[in-house]
């Protein structure tokens, strides 16, 4: 069922299954329903409305596929609908229920389940499934479903933990856009960085590290347009209120705050690039697809016709290290033109058609394969860090989906079981933006929590049945991050006219001048290994998530980590996936050293500060337990300084997030009163009786 030792556990690879036809759906009562529906709807004005069918598909508790909607045929209702399908589920029967939409809501029409353990054998499963269990009965007669399905484990995948192969690997496929060779990219860290910020890292040529500066760099679509998103590597919490922050103090976090009131500003740590090249042209066509779709009649006209040849070839530029690149979406036809309502072309183009929709998953997708490929460490900086719900010790029908936490947690058990190396670094703000004690933030920090245990259980796992209980703990390999800054007091600072109410966040937080710093940033790096066998236009991701793989591969868009974000039918996303062919990994000691390395390099020296200079050379192998012994080491420093009495500068921005991992895989809280420093809001968070989890996941 996947990566071997985890076979009992998970369906993990790729399904392959098509949705052909059905038989044999009526009978007598459901007919006669039918036709009061349909007296009905023509009483409401409403008869030309068809009586609709459709197919959902599941796996155990998770929703993993949704045919589009026919007409009702009473004998042979066809779809001939095909899905291929990212898997990483708990081991559970492939369900197929074919439902009827009715006015409100849908009724079941019948079931068919094939057993988790057929499918886990890869061999194909076609023909005629008898559905059972339909609303009405069928008393006369047994409906069936047509119906093929295949599973392929990951390791059957020549993609799993291979690493980018050139010149086989052409990104995400199928996909809406795809990948495009000779562009460039530029990677930013936070709005601006300060004239002495040098990270003092070296390319593979010997040439040092020059960071990019986006509030010199910027262009049309500048930076969030939002306060408080002006900020440098330095994320002052109450030095320049009333200079450079004068007129930009923001705050989110607490009630009434201000700067009448005083600091601590909300420090805010972004990530952003710039596309150059062809890749370009594509987050232009998103851009007219979506101005098409939901600009106003009147505004139809107003989009350029840019014609490619007006434009210089990127080659004009002399950049003999390209990059190539790969745009990725989350979004349905309901925010964009463009999209082929008939499920073959789709299915062509990447796409899936649901129930009424069709939708574009692709960012999610570019997630997945980049983390089964990776070999030796992912890094990631994101706003959220929810998903893999089906695998959950609770609420498993919250509907967070995404299977991007269990994919990095079924990556790192892969690797502990072959006794190979991997880390896996996680960095996210303390608590989301908000009160934290707030119902929402505390929803979300309970999402979060299930998460975590749920990885660190993969992962206890993997070390136990790698016979390594009391040689190795499950930090050794995962860990989870968040910022934070503290600043003692320095003459001539800004002095408020007026305070903060007495024991409140803002109050405490004054007193003890430290806040967490916001991490806005949605990125991923990971680091793979190398086997190798004419527009020019700038567009610039903003609002970005960062992820790194192995120091060859990063992405960089808007998505959080969240089913809102991935889901493609909820929020509308975009983000790019890129890495250099000059610098990959060529050994099996080789180390890509080109400006995805760099720039990872360049975080980390802003997160440890004064802690970098004393990791040396041990950070260029993340994947090393000394490195991941020297992160701990730095964050619980860090974490030391933050919560102690004195009040001092610290040195670095990196702590660990305040929980505790016991070698059992077991998850607590790392402060004695289960809160967060300076507040009353608990760490592992809370049920909220209010929101429904579509809100908060």
């Given at each position: ?543 970005v998530f960062f992820s790194a793989v192995d120091d060859e591969y990063v992405m960089v868009g808007s998505a959080n980590l969240n089913e809102r974000s991935l889901a493609g039918n909820r929020d509308s ?125």
């Amino acid at each position: 069922m996947g990566s071997r030792g985890a076979a009992a556990d998970h369906l993990h690879g790729v399904l392959e299954l098509t949705v052909y036809e059905a038989d044999d759906l009526h009978n007598a009562i459901h007919g006669r329903i039918i036709k009061a529906a349909e007296s009905l709807k023509e009483s409401l004005g409403v008869h030309r409305l068809a009586h609709r069918i459709y197919v959902d598909v599941d796996v155990g508790a998770a929703r993993v596929a949704r045919t589009r909607e026919v007409e009702f045929h009473p004998t042979n209702p066809v779809w001939n609908q095909s899905f291929r399908l990212h898997c990483a589920y708990p081991a559970a029967p492939v369900a197929f229920t074919v439902k009827s939409q009715h006015l409100v809501g849908a009724g079941v029409l019948g079931a068919a389940r094939v057993p988790a353990a057929r499918v886990a054998t890869g061999e194909p499963v076609e023909g005629w499934l008898d559905l059972r269990g339909g609303e009405h009965g069928h008393a006369t007669h047994t409906p069936k479903l047509r119906v093929r399905l295949r599973f392929l484990g990951v390791e059957s995948d020549p993609w799993w933990d291979a690493g980018l192969r050139l010149p086989g690997f052409a990104g995400v496929t199928p996909a809406f856009f795809p990948e495009r060779s000779g562009c460039r990219v530029t990677l930013y860290q936070n709005s601006h960085l300060s004239g002495g910020f040098d990270p003092g890292v070296r390319l593979a040529g010997g040439g040092a590290y020059r960071p990019a500066r986006l509030w010199e760099d910027i262009f049309i679509g500048g930076i969030d347009l939002c306060d408080g998103r002006y900020d440098d590597e330095n994320h002052t919490l109450f030095r320049d209120l009333d200079t450079t922050y004068r007129h930009d103090f923001m705050q989110n976090n607490f009630k009434h705050a201000g700067l009448r009131r005083g600091g601590p500003r909300e420090p805010w740590h972004d990530v952003h690039c710039r596309l150059e090249g062809r890749a370009a042209w594509d987050v232009l066509a998103n851009f007219e697809q979506r101005w098409r779709k939901q600009a106003p009649p009147e505004m139809a006209g107003c989009l350029l016709d840019l014609s490619q040849a007006e434009l210089p070839d990127p080659g004009s530029f002399g950049d003999d290290e390209p990059w190539n690149v790969q745009v990725f979406r989350s979004i349905d036809d309901a925010s964009v033109v463009g999209f082929p309502a008939e499920p073959v072309a789709a299915a062509a183009m990447g796409l899936t058609n649901g129930k009424d929709v069709t939708i574009d998953r692709s960012i999610q997708a570019g997630y997945v394969e980049a983390i089964r490929r990776a070999r030796r460490f992912i890094y990631v900086e994101n706003q959220y860090f929810l998903g893999g719900c089906a695998s959950w010790a609770e609420d498993r029908d919250a509907g967070c989906l995404n299977l991007v936490p269990v994919e990095i947690a079924l990556k790192v058990a892969a690797k502990i079981r072959r006794g190979e190396r991997f880390a896996a670094y996680v960095v996210t703000p303390m608590w989301p933006e908000g009160e934290p004690a707030g119902d929402s933030v505390q929803a979300i920090l309970r999402w979060n929590r299930l998460t975590v245990e749920m990885m660190y259980g993969i992962v206890t796992k993997a070390i136990d049945d790698a016979g390594l209980r009391g040689q190795a703990h499950p930090c050794d390999y995962l860990n989870f991050f968040c910022l934070g800054n503290r600043e003692a007091p320095r003459p001539g600072e800004y002095s408020p006219p007026e305070t903060p109410d007495v024991d409140t966040d803002y109050w405490r937080a004054q007193v003890n001048r430290r806040f967490p710093i916001y991490v806005h940033a949605k990125l991923m790096i990971a680091l793979f290994n190398l086997c190798h066998g004419s527009s020019h236009l700038c567009r610039r991701l903003t609002t970005v998530f960062f992820s790194a793989v192995d120091d060859e591969y990063v992405m960089v868009g808007s998505a959080n980590l969240n089913e809102r974000s991935l889901a493609g039918n909820r929020d509308s996303e975009i983000a790019q996936g890129s890495y250099q062919p000059a610098h990959l990994n060529g050994g099996p000691r080789g180390r890509a050293r080109g400006l995805v390395h760099a720039f990872r390099m360049s975080l980390w020296h802003e997160h440890l500060m004064g802690h970098a200079g004393g990791g040396g050379s041990v950070f260029l192998e993340p994947e090393s337990a000394e490195c991941v012994r020297a992160v701990r080491r730095a964050a619980e420093a860090t974490w030391d300084a933050y919560t102690r009495d004195t009040m001092e500068d610290l040195p670095g921005h990196l702590l660990p997030f305040p929980i505790t991992v016991s070698e059992f895989g077991e998850v607590a809280d790392l402060t004695a009163d289960g809160c967060f420093p300076d507040t009353t809001a608990p760490v592992k968070g809370r049920r909220s009786l209010k929101l429904p989890a579509i809100l908060t996941t």
